[in-house]
């Protein structure tokens, strides 16, 4: 049995509610699609269209000027050296590490849906993974620009590895730094391998059904002469579960690490025992901001509300409050043993947050992440298109600006009053950070466009026609005959 | 079909010999009560006869209470997190997880006892050092100046209104899922799961709440001086790791018995290791590592001293104990998914964790920060002047005392399922939980 979704009157024309569920019953999670050839259709007309819509070009445009912004500063800074940015003495991470934090961060909701999600066996995951982990890999991309562009001397970037060389120089191979260059560049590879592997069999599928030479030969080459044998299904279905194995841990460690940048030091404010799952929370909070973010539009754009419903867009909703709540959890465990230490200096740092010259960061950063996510206790708000992407937007702002005030306001204000100072960015440090926005969606537009932005296999083996020996539903009794009911109804089988 | 099959069979798999303990159990309850009384008179006995004082006495009572509070609240997370995900494969062995919260009801006394004792006979600050300030300004002034400034938190009528909320919090939360549960059983209506899903955000926050805070006062606060951000997320760790391996153990114990047959299988048996071996090996590890990997690299003397003190003596080598039964061995023996679905490793592997989830936060509590610690010249003066500290392991306090305890927590438990079926009846996804197979 299943729960049939309603039509809401408070929701807008076209968009059905299958958050309900009645206890036993399980909700269905593709909508109006009764066949695994409606699926394709679906998905493939994005890439298939002759044109794009008219919104993704004006927004390509503007994210590729952006991009060329990003470039223009890049080669700016460059060329002239860190001092065009805002730094100062004791400020001397700021823009460049915030954002790389920001960035690592917003990687994190896909690697969580398409390894954490899968162990735990959430069907819905299907509709949004391929699209969160093509995030994750464009995010870490703009991650992976900052600390190579800050530290001052890009033409000696390579000595961030151990590499030999004839000076027998090697990095600080107990400095967290180090460790993070490892850590990003396995998850980068890791997530590209499991983005990509899961993407072959659609791959194939686009393959098989392009008219042009183009198109043949493109998706032909990457498909990797996948022909949907029993054999290949065997082999990638063991490849995606090894990958997901691979990337549990990688969830934890990518984050671990980079809170260990700031942990493992003395400065109040960044030396605290709670910063590796705090900050691990936190990303995750941040990535499923940005993918709600991301998906109430491109649905809207590409006509896919009925796959990416209102259900899946609940569920993340869902993980955000959770998440914001784990953020809350950590920020108040921060506050009560900066004052139970009875140290100084950590109640310094804490009661400087809040109260100090950066005061406003520190508020912006607790009303985003904190009080305004915890709208979503509301179904109302949970299930509203705007409601949730403009709390998503929220939730974006203010963990760009947790790390802005973790980073910030610990360095601007250390042990010693005489040192301390007020760091103001500079519009170099503003654009770049606005250009690395350009340079996400950029690519972010292109895989859209041309990649198959639903991973088309893993949503079919999830739709009832794929269980009609009756394994699909809750009381052994699948969609064997909904599988029949008359395609052309929108709410088959609506009472 | 097989599906045809399986209907068939349903009747004789949910018949009452399957799926209820037998009239036998009431002289298991009873025995396991003796033994639990005669185990906590044998180890006050043990205690007055060798001279232990009040303050190891105290702190084996935490390590005790504390073993069997962690299983009692992982089960009541385990329960709640079920009713937050809405989750299927789970019913058929969320009865044994509730059973053990449900002695929430009841456990209070362990703490409520010993605590008024303590009260009574003036030796609450032995146990608890920031409620004797005195005496720690004389012992330990260091230490005394920086607890002298939390006693707006650190002192005997607040650490009382709070203990009296967490408990009243856990056993309400235990009760209220115990009832709505064993209510549908008689029922068979679909609102008690709507309520029990209702109330299930409310309660995991206040869980998560008060067991932090129960791990800061309870357990923290014996090194009144120390702290540590990431301590109540270590206590929820160690709870997964009793709760889940408790839940494995009685769950084979009872197919041993020839009970839940065709109802928990390997499938059940099989997830239920995972999380084992997620949360109670892997993440209680990675929450252990981020606490010393932190403190020893910023090498702060306000925190290393409660490292120091578990790297002294015989501490050290129960802390290289922890961390190869407690994450190395146990992590290479379930990681693959063989031993998870063979209930004879998995309840060798359960067993095990449930050992060393006791070492665990007998490691916690026991330690001393060593005397020396802020007059020392090196490490190593420190670490010789210290070899001879002695876990006191083998000293029969800490056995009684834990018979006694478990034997209260098992009797209790089995009290509590001999009324009810073994698994939630007519909860409406038994149906998807009987079927439920991985992959």
Redesign the interface.
Known sequence: MTTLPIERAYLPSGEVDNTDERPGERAELVLGHETFHQVTETVCRVTEARRPPLVWTLGFLFSLMLTGMLGAMVTYLIVTGVGVWGLNNPVAWAFDITNFVFWVGIGHAGTLISAILFLFRQKWRTAINRFAEAMTIFAVICAGLFPGIHIGRVWMAYYLFPLPNQMEMWPQFRSPLLWDVFAVSTYFTVSLLFWYVGMIPDLATLRDRATGRIRQIAYGLFALGWRGSHRHWHRYERAYLLLAALSTPLVLSVHSVVSFDFAVSQLPGWHTTIFPPYFVAGAIFSGFAMVVTLAVPARQLFGLKDIITIRHLENMNKVILVTGCMVGYAYAMEFFIAWYSGSMYEQFAFINRAFGQYWWAYWIMVSCNVLTPQLFWFRRIRTSIWGMFILSLFVNVGMWFERFVIIVTSLANDFLPSSWDHFTPTWVDSLTMLGAFGLFFTLFLLFCRYLPMIAMAEVKAIMPAAHADGHGGGDGHGGGERARVDPNARDGGKP | ?A?AA??ADLSSTLADANIRLDGGVESIVRNAWIVGGVGIVAALAWAFLSGSGAERIGRVWIVTYSFVLSIALGGLFFTIVQHLT?A??SVVVRRIAEAYAANLRWMWLLFAVPVLLLLVTGKFGYVFPWADLAHMREVHPDEAT??E??TA?LNVPFFLLRSTAYLAIWAALGWFFWRRSTEQDADGG?AA??RM?RWA?AGI?LF??ST?FAA?DWIMSLNP?W???????YFFAASCTSAFAAMIVALVLLERRGKLVGVVTAEHFQDLG?LLFAFGI?FWA??AF??Y???W????P?TTGWYIARQMGGWKWLSIALLFGHFVIPFLLLVSKHPKRYTTTLLFVAAWMLVFSWLDLYWLVMPQIPEGLATATSYRALAEENAGVSTRLADPLNWLALLGFVGLFVGSTLRTLAGHALIPVR???L??SL?F?NM
């Open positions: 079909m599906h399986r209907k809405r299927g494969w920086l607890v400034k939390k938190y679909i799961t709507e899903q955000p926050i998560g709440l932090t800061f001086a702290f540590s951000t990431i301590f109540g997320v995972k892997v990675y929450i981020s606490q990997m932190l403190i690299y910023s090498n702060q306000e909860d409406p996804r149906a998807e079927a197979e």
